[in-house]
């Protein structure tokens, strides 16, 4: 019975903050990109063209929410992707209410996928809603490691 009460407090829980979840991908100060809304969106754009995904637009929605338009030339595979790079202090959490307004406009769209990126971090609900679609999440922490792995993080 404990161990039930302890599993059902552990889920309802706010994820550390991001240099706890983050360890060593970031050290002492923030970067720029974590603090500053426009070289948050040059690593977003820099980060999908490293999918082969070709910038069309983009516009800022929202002070934080940038929507990109991206294609993807591959013959039968490709098509259009949607973009949505939250920009949020990064201890925020995505709520699912909004990733799953960011799936209606995929599926409205006729979009092939979604990628939703954000200097914060997912609910569990916005996991779950995701779990059987066409959209990628990816947090700060991801997105850090996405960054230094294809070495654009400085």
Same mark, same amino acid.
């Given at each position: 019975?404990?161990?039930?009460? *302890?599993?059902?407090? +552990? %889920?309802?829980?706010? @994820? ?5 979840? =983050? $360890?060593?991908? #970031? ?38 929410? *940038?929507?990109?338009? +991206? %294609?993807?030339?591959? @013959? ?5 992707? =949607? $973009?949505?790079? #939250? ?68």
């Amino acid at each position: 019975m404990i161990g039930l009460v *302890l599993i059902l407090l +552990l %889920k309802n829980t706010a @994820p550390p903050p991001p240099r706890e979840r =983050l $360890g060593d991908e #970031v050290r002492d100060d923030l970067p720029l990109f974590l603090t500053e809304r426009n070289e948050f969106k040059e690593k977003c754009l820099a980060f999908f063209s490293k999918f082969n995904l070709d910038y069309e637009h983009s516009v800022w929605a929202e002070d934080n929410e *940038l929507e990109v338009s +991206l %294609k993807d030339e591959t @013959p039968v595979v490709g098509g259009l992707y =949607l $973009g949505l790079c #939250v920009f949020e202090p990064p201890n925020n959490i995505i709520p699912g209410t909004m990733v799953t307004g960011f799936l209606d406009t995929v599926k409205g769209e006729g979009a092939a996928k979604g990628i939703l990126v954000t200097t914060g971090y997912f609910s569990d609900e916005a996991r779950q809603i995701v779990r059987e679609e066409s959209i990628e999440l990816v947090d700060v922490a991801d997105f850090v490691k996405y960054l230094k792995k294809f070495e654009i993080y400085e």
